[in-house]
């Protein structure tokens, strides 16, 4: 499968954005699909997930919800109350099995987009 990310940008504090990953092949909803993000000097980190019920990082808990739609072969991440510390490459990923918080884990990846955050 091959994705594409979207819908990063620069936003003040406490505003939102929503990032899109556009997948393409016919399976899409048999892979798990998730986001994690890069921040400079920093490893890769798990963000949050979609497959078999919907897992978030606890820094983002309550601020970020994932969701996908089957019918157009897309995940989503609704990123809320942004803060400086969101500053980040996000990058849209998918893999066959349950989800997992290791990127290394996962098989396929986006190209990422950047997300700033200023405050």
């Known amino acids: 499968v091959q994705l594409q990310a979207s819908g990063g940008g620069l936003v003040q504090a406490g505003g939102s954005l929503r990032l899109s990953c556009a997948a393409s092949?016919?399976?899409?909803?048999?892979?798990?699909m998730g986001w994690f993000r890069q921040a400079p000097g920093k490893e890769r980190e798990f963000v949050a997930a979609?497959?078999?019920?919907?897992y978030y990082a606890d820094s983002v808990k309550g601020r970020f919800t994932i969701f996908r739609d089957n019918t157009k072969n897309m995940a989503y991440l609704q990123m809320n109350s942004l803060k400086p510390e969101d500053t980040a490459v996000y990058y849209c990923?998918?893999?066959?099995?349950?989800?997992?918080?290791?990127?290394?884990?996962?098989?396929?990846w986006g190209q990422g987009t950047l997300v700033t955050v200023s405050s």
């Open positions: 092949g016919r399976t899409f909803n048999n892979y798990v």
């Open positions: 979609f497959g078999g019920g919907t």
């Open positions: 990923a998918a893999r066959w099995s349950r989800y997992s918080e290791y990127h290394k884990d996962w098989n396929y």
